[in-house]
């Protein structure tokens, strides 16, 4: 599970004694005063933070209906009648974990690793099994508390934290049993995750078990499960499109431009000496004196990445699509190249977004797995 | 385990038995028995250890036949139904996904000792949760009983020997309050507690009490309220008395003898000169007369040799 969504929690608490408008969007009915802090509300709120300030929703429909009907199969098996939210986010590592309420987030890196449904549903329920436990919600009821906890206090809880962890895979094998999936799918999904760690050391801090337990003891479940199907081959038809690595259309430099294809919007750069670029982010060494920064961000938080503007710091925010394009200039004269730079903004030519290819999934290339 | 005899015996083969062949040879990675080893019962004993580790495995045992060494491992029965009783929807939940779960007793107890932690700091102190099992056909049936008890409220925090320190002062050392921990109206959480008695003797440093000492706290009930009496002994009160930084005599540190002694003016003094000397060790050494209540400081600097050692030239004393 994810550590990420630990570190929005204090906002979302803090949040709760606000007006029913939360970044930007309505809170749900029933989401005011002291029912702001339920573990509805709450869940919410976190998963509108993670959204619109940590994390960006991947652009593919197609694989979204997917990876919600497959997340939706997984939690019909288990008799839960709430509704659920599942969400691919548009990040290349390979992780996946749970909110505080029903929403599940597994990022495009993760998909990548999958080579079947059934693993796909292993993942979703591993994820879902954590929600139903309650794991997350005590995490959330500690951090809440504002204490110090004794190095005894800690040790006992990264212990439970390692049953949690233990649970959530039982959990995966019996809902994929009951769902009709092959459960051998949640050892391979555990082999393919764990072939990207390092190390499968013994750990005193980390509050997963060691790969040998947990596949060890997904194996022994699932002896006693046999049957069901991998879905090997709706899974490659729906997660055809999928791109994996750093996706160009997210923010490009082609040429004498940076184009974010995904926001429609690209823009004239002065030259410079080095660039680095991840996912919506454009940052530019101009010279030694002249620093660039564009991002698309949520219009919703604009104002959080703003400060007023310095002699030596100037920003402009551009309309991009449902997003803000940011241009963060710093250097002597800054406000004038924010200007310029702003002036230069417009829509990318075709030529443009035709060089920007995205490696989509190979399904065919050899997976590593990892072997105890 | 194994005979005296069969101690010469060169290992020709290791197996695991008696498992699913797929968890086998999961198994059979973290044994370390090989061939070509010599058969020994420290290392079979070890593995052994190793395998039960995994969790997976309700016995096991080694056979030694000939060359060949099995370590004959049994699977764990599944849990069949899990009652809960009286536990909050949230426990029961957790108990009840252990349904088709293989029964593993200690984790079990783990997860009703967890259930029982929480109860504890969610207020209820006399809370226990209790696990029965009884095996049928195949499977363990679980009984869970989570008898939360009432749950009870700070009415009052006490400070019994407390007299230079405010109460306020005090309250104010503690965290939690905000989330309802050790504070009036809230919980009371041991652990955190615990955790704040450094944060409480600071305040005492800060006023010169360097021998003051937080005893255990002492919970007095009515009902389902509680009196939380945290005592203090707090000791005489100190003053500064000589200071001397030997490597910068000149230095000039602004503490006066006679003054106050106060933990946060030594540490900003240590700061200053920390900043000064870079990478070289300053280390505040105190010599405390109790009987004319005044502490004596000297602020060591250890300079590490060669680079920082030139710095010494370049100090404002000299």
Known sequence: MGRVALLVVALALTACSRPPVFLGARMPAGCTGEAAGSERCLGWMIDRILITMSF????????????????????????????????????????AFAGLSTTVY?????????????????????????????????????????????????????????????????????????????????????????????????????????????????????????????????????????????????????????????????????????????????????????????????????????????????????????????????GPDAMNLARQ????????????LAQLRPTRIDLDAPRILWLP | MIGVADRDVVIGSVEIAGIDPALAVTLRSVVETAPGQRVGEAPLAADLRRLWKLGVVADAHVEVAGEHVAFVVSPRPRVGTVVVAHADPAASRRFRLLEGAPFEPARITRIAAATELGYIRDGHLDAEVRVASAPRAGAVDVCVVAVPGPRLTIEAVRFPGRSRVSE???????????????????????????TDEPFLISEYFERGMINADIGDPRLVRHGAKLILEIPVTEGPVFSIGTVSIPAAPGFEHGLVRGELFARSRL?????????????????PQTFIDLEQRRVDITYQIEWRWPWDALRSWSWPSR
């Open chain 1, 341 to 352: 730079m702003r002036a230069s903004v417009r829509r990318p030519r075709d030529e443009e």
């Open chain 1, 56 to 95: 960006r929703p991947y652009d593919d429909a197609r694989i979204a209906a997917y990876v919600e009907q497959v997340g939706n199969r997984v939690v019909r098996a288990s008799g839960d009648r709430r509704t659920w939210t599942f969400r691919v986010l548009d990040s290349t590592e390979v992780q």
């Open chain 2, 168 to 194: 306020a002062t005090l309250l104010g050392a503690l965290h939690g309050a905000k989330g309802g921990v050790n504070t009036v109206g809230g919980v009371y959480d041991a652990d955190a507690l615990a």
């Open chain 1, 106 to 330: 597994v990022n495009r890196g993760a998909l990548a690793l999958l080579r079947s449904e059934a693993e796909l549903a292993a993942v979703l329920g591993h994820e879902i099994g954590h929600v139903l436990g309650g794991h997350l919600k005590e995490n959330f009821e500690e951090l809440g508390k504002d204490v110090g906890r004794s190095r005894l206090a800690e040790s006992h809880a990264n212990r439970y934290a390692r049953d949690d962890e233990i649970q959530a895979d039982e959990v995966a094998v019996l809902l994929l049993a009951k769902a009709g999936y092959d459960v051998r799918a949640v050892e391979r999904m555990l082999r393919a995750f764990a072939a990207t760690s390092p190390t499968d050391g013994d750990d005193a801090a980390d509050h997963h078990p060691r790969w040998t337990e947990r596949v060890a003891r997904v194996q022994a479940l699932a002896a006693l499960h046999p049957g069901g199907t991998l879905e090997e081959q709706r899974f490659s038809t729906q997660i055809a499109s999928l791109v994996v690595g750093e996706d160009p259309r997210g923010a490009a430099v082609v040429g004498a431009a940076a184009v974010f294809a995904h926001a429609r919007v690209a823009i004239a750069l002065p030259a410079f000496q080095q660039k680095f670029i991840e996912q919506r982010t454009i940052a530019l060494k101009v010279d030694d004196r002249v620093v660039i920064d564009l991002r698309l961000i949520e219009p919703a938080i604009a104002q959080r990445f703003v400060a007023p503007p310095s002699r030596d710091t100037a920003y402009e925010l551009v309309p991009a699509g449902r997003q803000a394009l940011l241009i963060t200039v710093k």
């Open chain 2, 267 to 283: 540490a900003d003094l240590r700061d200053r000169l920390q900043q000064l000397a870079g990478d070289a060790f300053v280390t």
